[in-house]
């Protein structure tokens, strides 16, 4: 069983949806949580850092973190063509040397 | 200022050669990373680097897999006696040098092995 579970998808939402993109982790060593956008042929890029449970919004993205269900999300309101992507989740333990361990990351198209 | 980059952006190589992969991280980042990126196993951790020591080597699949670092700065991945499992494409991360700080990607080097 891995580490990190994320549902690979395809996701297909009409243009203006809320997305929810969701992982889910068994290791409760895990402090620090992210969320990265990767297009294609391109490298990842950060969208989201959160440290520990709660809540963190950033403009149309809110990242989601809860501790006790080993659960995080990303929501993506407002969605649009533009964030068709993939989206990964990561993760750092605190005794770690900044590996990070990553979902298999979901494919995301918003259509017109 | 300029992102990490990677050279070549593809490689094509035979069975059995050897290949050198770049990265240049950004200006100042003492922390550099590897990651390997599949259609079956994701994104997965290869090498760390801080400075030019590699405390932590333990996601490098086999000993065909070496990487340095020189000066602090660029990094070099090499893979001896290449074989198609090692088909993927290859990223290179830099951060600030913390742990927790966020790492930057590079556009990755896509590798494919015949």
């Known amino acids: 069983q891995k580490e990190v579970e994320q549902d690979p998808g395809p996701l297909s939402v009409p243009e203006g949806a809320i997305v929810s993109l969701n992982c889910t982790y068994s290791?409760?060593?895990?402090?620090?949580f992210m969320w990265y956008r990767q297009y294609s042929r391109k490298g990842p890029e950060l969208l989201m850092y959160t440290y520990s449970s709660g809540n963190k919004e950033d403009g149309r993205f809110t990242a989601q973190v809860d501790k006790s269900s080993k659960y995080i999300s990303l929501f993506i309101r407002d969605s649009q063509p533009s964030d068709s992507a993939t989206y990964l989740c990561?993760?750092?333990?605190?005794?770690?040397?900044?590996?990070?361990?990553f979902g298999q990351g979901t494919t995301l198209q918003v259509k017109p | 200022g300029a992102g990490v980059s990677q050279s070549p952006s593809n490689k094509v190589t035979e069975k059995g050669k050897d290949v050198e992969l770049r990265c240049d991280p950004i200006s100042g980042h003492t922390a550099l990373y590897w990651y390997r990126q599949s259609l079956g196993q994701g994104l997965e951790f290869l090498i760390y680097f801080q400075g030019n020591s590699a405390p932590d080597k333990s996601g490098l699949p086999s000993d065909r897999f070496s990487a340095e670092r020189t000066g602090g700065s660029v990094s070099t991945l090499t893979i001896q006696r290449t074989q198609q499992e090692d088909s993927a494409v290859y990223l290179c991360?830099?951060?600030?040098?913390?742990?927790?700080?966020?790492?930057?990607f590079g556009p990755g080097t896509r590798l494919t092995v015949l």
């Open positions: 991360a830099s951060s600030r040098g913390l742990r927790t700080d966020t790492q930057y």
């Open positions: 290791n409760s060593a895990f402090q620090y």
């Open positions: 990561a993760m750092l333990r605190t005794s770690n040397t900044g590996k990070l361990i």
